[in-house]
């Protein structure tokens, strides 16, 4: 062989073997980050996960606020006129109302009224006029109305509200999990990767020596070199899924308010390690609880009582007004109770053909029809995902069984075919060949581990089990 291609070689594997030392340094003195750690910052400091707490907030300030429409109100008002030095009127008014959750409203106020051109029915007495009352609404809105309907709708949205913060939670800790499960997969690549760069220039250190010996050939060393590279590249190719992963997994990690960055020496923790509680059985799983068909049912609720409301307005409108009149005196500040002096009235209404009610029911009745089909959807569909994730993990099992076999027997063939080697007996190829089958499959072994782990996250995910 030409001599200036061995020293081509050699400056090549100086070179290769100084990068080797460079990719094992800052493996010692790791920090590792466990994924219960990783879990807690997450619900702790994440915007996500403050962003669901919020729906919680939201919730009550809509129970607030159908509140109100049941606080008491008081209005008054004062209209004086004076021209030429005469009185014309001095009106004053003062009222109030006390709204219940049915179609009755107690009613009260005070009139004072006084001048030389009052209008006759508005006057009083020097000391004024009090009344206290009832505002029936006798037909339509006495026991369905606008209000009721409201701090029914809101106590139900409270209901959805937490519904949407399970929710948002459940994605993000699902999502957060995967980070760091392909985290902890490309971690422990790259321990394998670094071993078989060590195999990988051992064989090649050795074959040059026993080139030198004259019991191996050029070509021989050529091929180990060449595999030899082929390790470092294989390396290098898995320390960028490193970075990536890692960079996916910091989307997650924060402090206060602020983004955080892992130092470089963290780690995971062992992929070996049980993440995951124990999981209930598929057939004591109650999907009519799960945060997703829950969210829907409550909706079918909300648009339930809209729709009660809806047809409440097919009936006419009739408010029914009773008010004694309590006169007041010099001789008795309180007012006085006659049964002969009172006002009453009523209001009545009435659409004679009622259409525009009509097809508000009919499109609250579509609306009720398209979200029990979602129920129904929602349902089917999570229920077939668990099914799947279920079978996928049988499957899942039974590989990693027959895998970790096979590379205990992979370890067999490749120390034998050490042994060859060492001998005379065997060839680079050769042995590459069991090498290569060797990392493969614990390569291959740590990919289905953490696709076993996907899967029960899925599960988990699928069945409300993950909080």
């Known amino acids: 062989m030409d001599i200036r291609l061995l020293i081509r070689i050699f400056i090549l594997a100086v070179i290769l073997n100084f990068a080797v030392v460079f990719v094992c340094q800052g493996q010692t003195n790791n920090i590792e980050l466990s994924y219960k750690e990783y879990l807690d910052n997450l619900r702790k400091y994440h915007p996500v996960a403050k962003q669901a707490n919020l729906r919680i907030e939201e919730g009550q300030a809509e129970l607030l606020a159908a509140k109100g429409f049941l606080d008491p109100m008081v209005n008054s008002d004062l209209n004086h006129k004076n021209f030429e030095d005469k009185l014309y009127y001095r009106e004053f008014n003062a009222a109030f109302k006390l709204p219940t959750k049915f179609g009755i409203d107690v009613v009260g106020g005070y009139e004072n009224a006084q001048g030389d051109f009052l209008n006759p029915e508005n006057s ?34 409270q209901n959805l509200m937490k519904n949407e913060q399970q929710i948002i939670l459940n994605e993000l800790i699902y999502e957060a999990s995967l980070a760091y499960l392909f985290w902890q997969q490309y971690y422990f690549s790259q321990i394998i990767l670094n071993e078989n760069i060590s195999l990988a220039n051992s064989y090649y250190a050795n074959t040059k020596q026993s080139f030198e010996n004259g019991e191996k050939t050029a070509m021989d060393t050529l091929e180990a070199f060449i595999l030899y590279q082929d390790a470092i590249t294989f390396l290098q190719k898995n320390e960028l899924n490193v970075i990536k992963s890692k960079q996916q997994l910091e989307n997650y990690l924060w402090f206060d308010e602020s983004p955080i960055m892992l130092q470089d020496n963290t780690i995971p923790e062992n992929y070996k390690n049980t993440f995951f509680s124990e999981i209930a059985t598929f057939e004591s799983i109650n999907l009519s609880n799960h945060p997703i068909v829950m969210s829907a049912v409550n909706k079918l609720s909300y648009f339930e009582i809209e729709q009660k409301l809806k047809k409440e307005k097919l009936k006419p409108k009739l408010k029914l007004k009773y008010n004694p009149l309590l006169a007041t005196s010099q001789n008795s500040i309180a007012p006085n109770f006659i049964l002969s002096n009172y006002k009453w009235g009523f209001d009545f209404s009435m659409p004679l053909r009622f259409r525009s009610e009509k097809a508000d029911i009919q499109l609250g009745a579509i609306k009720l029809k398209e ?31 027959i895998l970790s076999q096979n590379v205990e027997n992979y370890k067999l063939l490749m120390d034998g075919e050490n042994i060859k080697f060492d001998f005379g007996e065997s060839s680079v190829f050769l042995l590459n060949k069991r090498q290569e089958k060797y990392i493969n499959g614990r390569l291959k072994l740590i990919e289905l581990y953490i696709e076993l782990q996907i899967e029960l996250l899925n599960y988990l995910f699928y069945s409300n089990q993950l909080l």
């Open 124 to 157: 009083t007495s020097d000391f004024g006029l009090w009344h206290l009352g009832v505002e029936i609404d006798a037909i339509q809105g006495l026991i369905v109305n606008e209000r009721k309907t409201a701090l029914d709708q809101a106590k139900v949205f």
């Open 371 to 401: 979200t029990a089909l979602e129920i129904q959807d929602k349902s089917n569909v999570l229920q077939n995902k668990i099914e799947g994730s279920l079978l996928q993990q049988f499957q899942l099992k039974d590989q990693f069984a």
